[in-house]
């Protein structure tokens, strides 16, 4: 569907060629081959124009591509900034601005919203069951990798975990606590980081009114994966609780439901943690809606350039308003004065100037530019040709901040338009952006032709190298703050915008992926790859007598040998159940074992004092399904575990060696090999072994 180079690859000269030798056989009249004859003239002509579809079909434009792909159901992932959570060890509370700037090298980080840290501290977290509290504060130490079980040995219900406060954390709207949980042995991701498949877990705060609910977004999965929890403080007023082997505030989570396939364990805690995301604004805009004083605090320190915009009576659009420091004739402006290192007020008045904004929502707007932009920040003019590009100041964009600013004239003089990419209505002008790349592409100019395009707010990000690894110290560009800021978690979420050719590797790689449970590896594949669950084997086989597939399926356990829980099987029955072929019947099939007893007698080398241990170590080796990558039903063949011992370096031969299954009903012996069960795996039995020094 998109590639069709074998068009483009035969050149006007190969296909005339064609034409020329193919005439005797179309025409045995035709025998005046000069390029005087009117008939080669027109055959040359077709044959040129040939060429030339040939070469336009293979260079189609960037809007006729993505259509294609948006025809398969593939529409390109838009850039993201990555989210960093943050901690500091601060002395006293300080307050974060919005827009405050962090940096790791040339990296940029900024919050998005005022924020004040170090206030509040954990002074204790405690575990308790029914054999009552157990401390586990040292998960709060960083220093300290020991894990702790989150809801003891059992997970049973009703078993809880506290939280100790020293301050009242109400001053937060949300508090953001992170937990590291112990390695989860490669769980499959789930789409939604919220779903709750193994527990379920209510989150309360300690009141006035006793413990009450609060509400909770768990990314942890109720403690199954690391992530952050984020609590969004009660309207009641918290209290000290004593009721803890530590007095102070509380939060706590309650076990409600338990189906743990893996006992959760926690590594460390890291709480009151702030977020930032990784950019770096260049141009900022922001909109009031008064009409007479308005008071902004720049984000980009002190060296900026301002513009002020103002809605009039007449029309949607804006006026652009000259900034003044005093007496000024009539025209668009207004006085502007600097009350704070950073911060500007600006006065309209329609009595002195003769102009001034009318009284409606949003009736203001200011753009803050760095002198980086400033300098360059008119980008072109609209011609209003198809697929019209400009080229853009500045490469990998955050597209939810960007905006270009229209300039067009009438009768009254120049007016603004703020048009932000892929908006589309009646007239508007309608763009992409190509945010990784730093341009436009002008798919309709609407009522703009002739426009001259401005940068509007803009801010640039390093797209998945954002997602810095956990760890790392950041410092502030505020020199009133001296501390030193570190992540405990690594950065998520940040990426550049799909382009196309990513677009066509996605597109490619999805063609080759099964949905749809045909082949036995298909069913497998899907199995192992269901959502949120854990599975170290599956194995698919037919059971050709009533056509049904039979799946059976090893989890991930903290037992030796994994029972098949009952989520697991209800999690696996839904995802095949809308794969199947339909006049295909499956049945998901608990796993089995079955031990295998060995005899041997070796002759060993001399000097060799661990000799057995190697060799007993070897046998099981071969023989553990459980630890090694043999399947269910798989044969155990003499001749590889015969192999796997005479290979070793302390033995000089084998005298005797014998296989036999424990359970004849789950696995048979047939020449020497063992023949497991389709849903049996081998796991070391009785193991029988004399070493005989050999003279050697």
């Given at each position: 569907m998109l590639s069709v180079d074998e068009l483009k690859s035969r050149t006007y000269k190969e296909r005339i060629q064609d034409v020329m030798s193919e005439l005797p056989i179309r025409s045995s009249e035709w025998t005046n081959y000069n390029p005087s004859d009117p008939g080669i003239t027109i055959l040359e002509d077709l044959t040129a124009y040939s060429t030339m579809q040939g070469d336009e079909i293979v260079t189609l434009s960037y809007r006729a591509k993505m259509a294609l792909l948006k025809m398969a159901g593939f529409i390109p992932a838009r850039a993201k900034c990555a989210k960093v959570l943050l901690s500091a060890n601060l002395n006293s509370p300080v307050t974060l601005k919005n827009g405050e700037k962090f940096h790791l090298g040339n990296m940029c980080f900024e919050t998005n919203k005022e924020t004040t840290v170090g206030s509040c501290r954990l002074l204790g977290v405690f575990s308790?069951?029914?054999?009552?509290?157990?401390?586990?504060?040292?998960?709060?130490?960083?220093?300290i990798r020991v894990p702790a079980k989150v809801f003891g040995d059992k997970c049973s219900v009703g078993s809880s975990i506290y939280f100790i406060i020293d301050h009242n954390p109400q001053l937060f709207r949300e508090v953001i606590f992170y937990f590291k949980m112990a390695d989860n042995r490669g769980r499959n991701p789930t789409k939604d980081r919220t779903e709750h498949i193994f527990a379920d877990i209510t989150w309360?705060?300690?009141?006035?009114?006793?413990?009450?609910?609060?509400?909770?977004?768990?990314?942890?999965?109720?403690?199954?994966?690391?992530?952050?929890?984020?609590?969004?403080?009660?309207?009641?007023?918290?209290?000290?609780?004593?009721?803890?082997?530590?007095?102070?505030?509380?939060?706590?989570?309650?076990?409600?439901?338990?189906?743990?396939?893996i006992i959760p364990k926690m590594i460390n805690l890291y709480s009151f943690l702030?977020?930032?995301?990784?950019?770096?604004?260049?141009?900022?805009?922001?909109?009031?809606?008064?009409?007479?004083?308005?008071?902004?605090?720049?984000?980009?320190?002190?060296?900026?350039?301002?513009?002020?915009?103002?809605?009039?009576?007449?029309?949607?659009?804006?006026?652009?308003?000259?900034?003044?420091?005093?007496v000024a004739p009539k025209g668009r402006y207004c006085t502007a004065k600097?009350?704070?290192?950073?911060?500007?007020?600006?006065?309209?008045?329609?009595?002195?100037?003769?102009?001034?904004?009318?009284?409606?929502?949003?009736?203001?707007?200011?753009?803050?530019?760095?002198?980086?932009?400033?300098?360059?920040?008119?980008?072109?003019?609209?011609?209003g040709y198809d697929d019209q590009e400009i080229e853009l100041p500045v490469k990998?964009?955050?597209?939810?901040?960007f905006f270009l600013i229209a300039e067009r004239k009438d009768e009254e003089g120049f007016y603004y338009d703020f048009v932000r990419p892929e908006k589309k209505n009646y007239g508007d002008l309608y763009y992409h952006l190509l945010e990784g790349e730093g341009k436009i592409i002008i798919e309709d100019p609407g009522d703009y032709i002739d426009a001259d395009l401005f940068?509007?707010?803009?801010?640039?990000?390093?797209?998945?190298?954002?997602?810095?690894?956990?760890?790392?110290?950041?410092?502030?560009?505020?020199?009133?703050?001296?501390?030193?800021?570190?992540?405990?978690?690594?950065?998520?979420?940040?990426g550049y915008r799909e382009n196309l050719d990513r677009l066509k590797e996605r597109f490619l790689k999805d063609m080759k992926t099964p949905y749809r449970a045909v082949t036995a590896d298909d069913y497998e594949y899907i199995v192992k790859t269901t959502p949120g669950l854990c599975i170290r084997k599956a194995k698919a086989v037919l059971a050709n007598s009533d056509n049904t597939v039979k799946v059976v399926v090893?989890?991930?356990?903290?037992?030796?040998?994994?029972?098949?829980?009952?989520?697991?099987?209800?999690?696996?029955?839904?995802?095949?159940?809308?794969?199947?072929?339909?006049?295909?019947?499956?049945?998901?099939?608990?796993?089995?074992?079955?031990?295998?007893?060995?005899?041997?007698?070796?002759?060993?080398?001399?000097?060799?004092?661990?000799?057995e241990k190697q060799i007993e170590e070897s046998i099981r080796n071969q023989i553990d399904y459980l630890k090694s990558d043999r399947n269910f039903g798989e044969k155990l063949r003499f001749e590889d575990v015969f192999s796997a011992i005479e290979e070793l370096d302390c033995v000089d031969h084998i005298y005797n060696l014998t296989l036999h299954s424990e359970n004849g009903k789950l696995a048979t012996a047939k020449e020497y090999d063992i023949y497991p069960r389709y849903d049996v795996l081998c796991y070391p039995g009785d193991i029988q072994l004399e070493i005989v020094t050999s003279d050697k």
């Open positions: 308790k069951d029914e054999n009552g509290f157990r401390d586990i504060s040292f998960v709060i130490d960083n220093d309360e705060c300690y009141t006035d009114a006793g413990f009450v609910g609060i509400n909770a977004r768990d990314f942890t999965g109720a403690f199954v994966n690391s992530g952050e929890v984020r609590l969004s403080m009660p309207r009641e007023s918290m209290l000290e609780y004593d009721g803890a082997p530590v007095k102070g505030y509380c939060i706590r989570a309650t076990l409600m439901r338990s189906d743990y396939d702030f977020e930032v995301w990784q950019k770096d604004t260049k141009a900022f805009s922001q909109s009031f809606n008064k009409n007479d004083r308005i008071q902004i605090t720049s984000p980009l320190g002190s060296d900026v350039y301002y513009q002020v915009f103002a809605k009039e009576k007449k029309g949607p659009s804006f006026r652009k308003y000259e900034t003044v420091n005093g600097e009350t704070n290192p950073g911060t500007m007020t600006f006065t309209f008045s329609e009595e002195e100037f003769g102009y001034g904004p009318k009284k409606s929502k949003e009736c203001v707007r200011v753009i803050i530019y760095n002198e980086e932009i400033m300098r360059q920040y008119k980008v072109g003019k609209v011609i990998n964009i955050v597209n939810e901040t940068m509007g707010s803009v801010a640039v990000m390093d797209g998945d190298k954002g997602n810095i690894i956990e760890g790392c110290k950041l410092t502030i560009d505020n020199p009133a703050i001296p501390a030193v800021f570190y992540n405990p978690a690594a950065g998520t979420g940040g090893l989890p991930e356990s903290d037992e030796k040998f994994p029972k098949l829980p009952g989520i697991y099987i209800d999690k696996i029955t839904d995802r095949l159940s809308d794969r199947r072929l339909l006049a295909t019947k499956f049945a998901i099939v608990k796993p089995c074992f079955v031990p295998i007893g060995v005899k041997c007698t070796a002759y060993v080398k001399r000097h060799y004092a661990s000799a």
